[in-house]
């Protein structure tokens, strides 16, 4: 097992976190991380999943009277 090195502040808000939800401060952490990995992996295909509706806006230039005219 590795140690990590964080604040008496962060390892407070842990162990507070942690007694609220009756588990050990290790267990939180290992949720926290599944959850952080579950959202990357929702917004990696969130973002595949729009490419093909992404345009080039790029050179496009509303005209007020053209539109009107429409």
Do not use: W
């Not at 962060?10 to 609220?20: E, G, P, R, S």
């Not at 949720?31 to 579950?38: D, G, Q, T, V």
């Not at 992996?41 to 053209?66: H, T």
């Amino acid at each position: 097992m590795q140690t990590l090195q964080i604040s008496d502040q962060a390892a407070n808000h842990l162990h507070d976190m942690a007694q609220q939800e009756h588990i050990t401060s290790a267990e939180l952490l290992e949720r926290l991380i599944e959850k952080h990995r579950n959202e990357q992996v929702k917004q990696r295909e969130l973002k595949e999943f729009f490419v093909p509706y992404q345009k080039d806006m790029g050179g496009f230039k509303f005209d007020r009277e053209d539109a009107n005219a429409r």
